[in-house]
Structures are given as structure tokens and as C-alpha cells.
């Protein structure tokens, strides 16, 4: 394709090519096995690198043809939606301009027919294209639109480029769709977070016709609310109980600013939600570090990368559904250790002081070795066994747990006190029934209790070994129990996927063994018969249907309820873009508690939001997290 353009009726393809390969900064470059990559750009750059290229242009070779003095690039800005470059070419000074569709074509005044002729953009042709650019992101497509500008013939060149970005009279070139396919994994991965009780909020910088079409089919957008950037900063400013009202109905913000991602994070938190927000740009790092939890992606800007708390590696979404698995499983495993942990640490408690004013004799019928032999294992085996419970999908069937919520929940502590109380209650019946149960007719000559009035014998050396061997067991039936949190009534479900706590489980068996039938003097035991082991596995399994009756108890776990007000006009008017300062000055208002919030998170793991970070959700159910998905 020549790169000689004939100024006033154009080559429109020549002139096509010239705006992709002149105002870009990506480069073509290929790998150690020939591949060809591109750096120095965006995906939307890269996107029109390829439609360059298809129509048999080389656009590094053709941008090169214009020496570097003679080439100006202001970058893409934020704020005004756009990136220009200035060349001087033939003597001219030609702007070119690309950018959000809609912004760019309203500071255009002429347009370019299909012959190349200038023709003046009246308000009928402006209608038309604004017609295709919302037919165009309908389908889902990002829209972007190609101006450029000329010096007039005989107009003085500047020697040296305007500082600012020039603000010339644009002509429309072309309106360009650009259409990223959705990963097949991100629908299922957003329908996996809402059914979390996470709530999916879209923030773009795309048209608002594009970002609904893209949201619907990500799942994202279930008709709730959507709006643009400056509607929102409106609300915001002036009417902020109506932002308060709309705010959990909010699904999708476009034509967002950097400070619109950080007011939102900011309300969001200062609602008590807890906010991840996923970005990769250098506009997000504010509203990264500002969230609970920031993901960056790993192709992102080292300034996001920085300013966030986890890199997604391989830059998907779905890899968030992954991390908020594996959150819910660290915190619940936590969790089961220390209900099963507090359970035996109770009933240890209550046995010493209890048992020792039930007894004849007012010895408690634990012996201090073997306290200390059920604290060594109890405490080491048990972590390990639960504490490496493998990540269930399970975990996303559930609401999330509300930040303010205790660690020991209502339902844990049913677990604690109910399984407490039947292990004393057992434990004081074999104290003093035990000899009659087991049949304990001879004593040892070391047994200096004797002989009850039917002949059995009542604490001696077997008997106070079949108390400790069955609490024991009753610990290591317990931890069983301790796998479920919630109401899942089978202690069995999902063996399976721990190989580790099944090991551990016989290995603490074992050192039980060991204990009782060798360790005998160390550990003040004796061995055991066949049948009394039978006796203490079969009362030590009485602990499976007791934990089936705790959770039967109707105890629900406290949650705060963030309902959105009713009656609320939902229809958003059209308002003038508020002052920036003025704007700043909300965000810095609105995000007090919120810092204050993050400062506590940052000083202390224990207060450290649940990782699983719950933020796609319906509107009008129970929130207690969000997440902000920037684009």
C-alpha cells in the first residue's frame, strides 16, 4: 500500500493504515522459535495491529518512514478517552486521533464518504454513526473511533510540538469494532461466584452499550443497574443518599475514571462489604491498594502489581474462584481444629476438677503423664490432620462469613459444649461403672481400691486404663466430627480428598497402642484384653451419632443483613461532570473508615478479611463482600 495519501479526495485504505501504524506504539517482534509477539501496547492495539496487517500493510516499516523528530505521541489519557500523534508530513502537520468511539466523534466536524470526499458532519450523519457505533457495541464489541487532522495549505509548520495535546478540527475516519471473545471459563467462573454469595461488579472504561452486552454474557449483568462514569461521580457528590440506595444494585459502571473505581471501593467498604478488586493498569493501583484484597494480572503495570496483594498468573478471572476456594478452606480448617481443640481442652478441664470430686478418693482419673500424653498428641496429630483438609468446591454452595463475625461461631460452639458434656458425662459413668461393665474381677496386688461388694474390681490399674483409653478414642472418633462445620450431618463425606488425615488418624492410633500395651509404666497403663478394647472402641464410637444430633440443633450463625432501600427511582439522569478537586475531595471523605479498615488489616493476620473474598452477588440478597472487576 503506497504511503502517499492525495490530500482532499482520499485514499481512504492509505489513510486507514497511515492512523493504525502512526498512532500506535506496540512493535512486532518474534521469539526464539520464530513466533511473533508484540510489546509496547494493549490488546486494542495489538487488535488493530492485525487489522494492519490484513489489509498487507507492514506498519513498523511504514511508521519508520517518518523520522522520530518529525512524530509526536501524546499518550492515552484517562479522562479524555483518547491517544494522538502529530507527524509532519509533505509539509503538513497531520494529527491523528483514536479513542472512545462516541467522545471522539462528538469533537469531530467533518467526515470522510466511502469516495474519500470531506463532507460536513451534519446532524443526520452524526445520528447514523452514532447509530452504528451503539449497533456495534450491542454485539459486545469494544468501538473505536479514527479521526485525523491537516494543516491547511500555506499554514505555518510549528519547528517544535505543541507540549499539550493539540485540539484541532477532526475529521472522522472510520469507526473500528473490536471484539475480545470471553474465555469459555469466565461465565461458569462468575455464575460460581454468585452462587457464593459474591457479587460481580463490571468497571470499565468501554461505551456503556458494550459493557452491558459484555457483562450479559459473562453472567454479570442480571438487570440491575449500569451506568456511566459521570452519572455516578454525580451521585457521589451531590445526592449521596441516593448513591446509597443504588449502590448494591450496581452491576456495571462505564466510562470510568480511576477516581470512580476508588469512590466506588471506598462506599463499598464503608457499607461493611468486603471489596476485592481485580486490574491491570497503572489507574487502578489507587483502588488496589485501597481493597480489602487487590488481584493484579500478571501482564499488568508494575505499579499495579505492586499496589495489589496477589498476582493472578495466568490472567483469568476463573483463577479467582480458585483462590476464594482455597480461602474458605484454609479459614475452615482453622476453624475445625480449634472447635475439635476447645472441645478436648473443655471436657479435659471439667474432667480434672469434676472427676476428682466424684472420686472416693478425690484423685482425678486422668494421671498427669497422660493429660500431658493427650495435649502432645491431641495438639500436634489434630493440627495436622485437619489442618490439611484438601480444597471442596463445596465451600461456594455456602454464604460467605460476614468480616465482623466471630471465629468461634454459634454452631461451633454447640459442637464444643455438646460434645464436651457427653464425653464427661461417659467418662463419670466408667469412673464409677466401668469394673461392672468390663467385668474387672481380679485386682493386682497394686490395686489398693479392692473389691466392690459383687466382687469387680473398682480402680485399680485395668480400670483407670480403660477410662484413659477410651477418652482417648473418644478424641480420635471426635476428629471425624470436627470435619464439618456446618450442617453436613455425614462425618465420612469427602474422605477421599484427605489421604493425610486418614494417615494421621492411624498413626495416633497407633502411639495409643504403643502407649497402653508397652508404655505401660511410663504412661501408668496396663495392657488391655481384646474384649476391653472391643468395650472402648464401641462406647468411644457412640461419638458419630452424638455429633449427628449436635448438628440437628436448630442454632443459626449471626449475620448482618445489608438490604437495599425500597421505593428508590433507579432512573439516572443525565448530569454534568462534577469539578475533579471537588471529586477527589469525596473519594477522600468517603474512604475514611475504609483506610482505616486497611491500616488494622495490615497490622494484624488474625483480623485479616476471609481470603475467600465472596463479591458477585444478586441483587437484593444478603451481601457481606464484593468484588470490583476493572477492565
Excluded at 471489596?275 to 485501597?290: E, I, Q, R
Aim: hydrophobic letters at 40%; charged letters at 20%.
Amino acid at each position: 500500500v503506497s504511503t502517499q495519501s492525495t490530500w482532499g479526495k482520499h485514499n481512504i485504505v492509505s489513510l486507514l493504515l497511515e492512523a493504525l501504524s502512526y498512532n500506535s506504539t506496540i512493535e512486532e517482534r518474534l521469539d526464539e522459535k520464530g513466533r511473533i509477539y508484540y510489546v509496547g501496547g494493549n490488546r486494542t492495539e495489538e487488535g488493530l495491529t492485525i487489522l494492519a496487517k490484513n489489509l498487507g500493510c507492514d506498519f513498523m516499516m511504514l511508521r519508520q518512514t517518518i523520522p522520530r523528530e518529525d512524530r509526536q505521541t501524546y499518550p492515552f489519557s484517562s479522562t479524555r478517552k483518547r491517544m494522538t500523534t502529530c507527524i509532519k508530513q509533505n509539509g503538513k502537520l497531520v494529527t491523528h486521533v483514536k479513542g472512545a468511539s462516541e467522545l471522539v466523534l462528538a469533537d469531530c466536524t467533518y467526515v470522510l464518504d466511502s469516495n474519500g470526499s470531506k463532507l460536513e458532519l451534519t446532524a443526520s450523519r452524526r445520528s447514523e454513526l452514532e447509530h452504528i457505533i451503539t449497533d456495534i457495541a450491542n454485539q459486545g464489541s469494544r468501538t473505536i473511533c479514527l479521526a485525523y487532522a491537516e494543516s491547511q495549505p500555506g499554514e505555518t509548520i510549528p519547528m517544535y510540538f505543541p507540549a499539550e495535546e493539540p485540539q484541532p478540527i477532526l475529521t472522522c475516519l472510520a469507526i473500528l469494532g473490536l471484539q475480545d471473545p470471553i474465555r469459555e471459563e469466565v461465565p461458569i467462573a462468575v455464575s460460581k461466584c454468585q452462587g457464593a454469595g459474591i457479587c460481580v461488579r463490571m468497571v470499565t472504561g468501554d461505551n456503556i452499550n458494550t459493557a452491558i452486552a459484555i457483562a450479559k454474557k459473562c453472567g454479570i449483568y442480571t438487570g440491575g443497574v449500569a451506568m456511566e462514569g459521570k452519572e455516578f461521580r454525580e451521585l457521589a457528590e451531590k445526592n449521596p443518599e441516593r448513591f446509597s440506595a443504588i449502590l448494591p444494585r450496581l452491576q456495571v459502571l462505564a466510562r470510568s475514571s480511576p477516581t470512580d473505581k476508588h469512590v466506588l471501593v471506598a462506599a463499598l467498604m464503608q457499607q461493611q462489604q468486603v471489596v476485592a478488586v481485580t486490574g491491570d493498569g497503572t489507574n487502578d493501583a489507587p483502588a488496589l491498594k485501597l481493597a480489602d484484597v487487590g488481584f493484579a494480572m500478571n501482564s499488568g503495570t508494575d505499579i499495579a502489581k505492586s499496589a495489589s496483594d496477589m498476582i493472578l498468573m495466568d490472567d483469568n478471572f476463573a483463577t479467582v474462584v480458585k483462590a476464594t476456594i482455597w480461602g474458605r478452606t484454609v479459614n475452615d480448617n482453622v476453624r475445625k481444629f480449634l472447635q475439635f481443640q476447645l472441645t478436648v481442652n473443655v471436657v479435659g478441664v471439667l474432667l480434672t476438677f469434676i472427676g476428682s470430686a466424684v472420686s472416693s478418693d478425690n484423685i482425678s482419673p486422668l494421671k498427669a503423664v497422660q493429660l500431658l500424653w493427650l495435649n502432645l498428641i491431641m495438639d500436634t496429630m489434630a493440627a495436622l490432620a485437619l489442618a490439611t483438609e484438601k480444597p471442596n468446591p463445596e465451600v461456594l454452595d455456602r454464604d460467605p462469613v460476614f468480616k465482623a463475625a466471630s471465629l468461634i461461631s454459634r454452631r461451633m460452639w454447640s459442637f464444643i459444649i455438646g460434645h464436651a458434656m457427653f464425653q464427661l458425662g461417659v467418662v463419670i459413668a466408667l469412673m464409677n461403672m466401668a469394673h461392672r461393665w468390663f467385668q474387672l474381677d481380679a485386682c493386682n496386688s497394686d490395686d489398693h481400691h479392692g473389691k466392690d461388694d459383687d466382687g469387680h474390681c473398682k480402680g485399680g490399674e485395668v480400670h483407670s486404663t480403660i477410662i484413659f483409653n477410651t477418652f482417648i478414642l473418644f478424641q480420635v472418633v471426635n476428629q471425624f466430627n470436627a470435619r464439618k462445620l456446618h450442617f453436613e450431618l455425614n462425618p465420612f463425606g469427602g474422605l477421599q480428598r484427605s489421604p493425610m488425615f486418614l494417615l494421621i488418624t492411624l498413626i495416633t492410633i497407633a502411639f495409643q497402642v504403643f502407649a497402653v500395651e508397652v508404655a505401660g509404666k511410663f504412661m501408668s497403663t496396663t495392657s488391655l484384653k481384646g474384649s476391653h478394647w472391643l468395650g472402648c472402641i464401641l462406647i468411644a464410637l457412640i461419638e458419630l451419632p452424638v455429633g449427628v444430633l449436635v448438628k440437628l440443633i436448630p442454632i443459626k450463625d449471626w449475620h448482618p443483613t445489608l438490604e437495599p432501600k425500597e421505593n428508590v427511582d433507579l432512573q439516572v439522569r443525565p448530569l454534568v461532570i462534577g469539578d475533579t478537586q471537588q471529586i477527589n475531595t469525596v473519594a477522600r471523605n468517603s474512604s475514611d473508615t475504609a483506610r482505616h479498615h486497611q491500616e488494622r488489616r495490615k497490622s494484624s493476620f488474625a483480623r485479616r478479611p476471609d481470603p475467600s473474598l465472596r463479591a458477585f452477588h444478586d441483587p437484593g440478597r444478603r451481601q457481606s463482600t464484593t468484588s470490583v472487576t476493572t477492565t
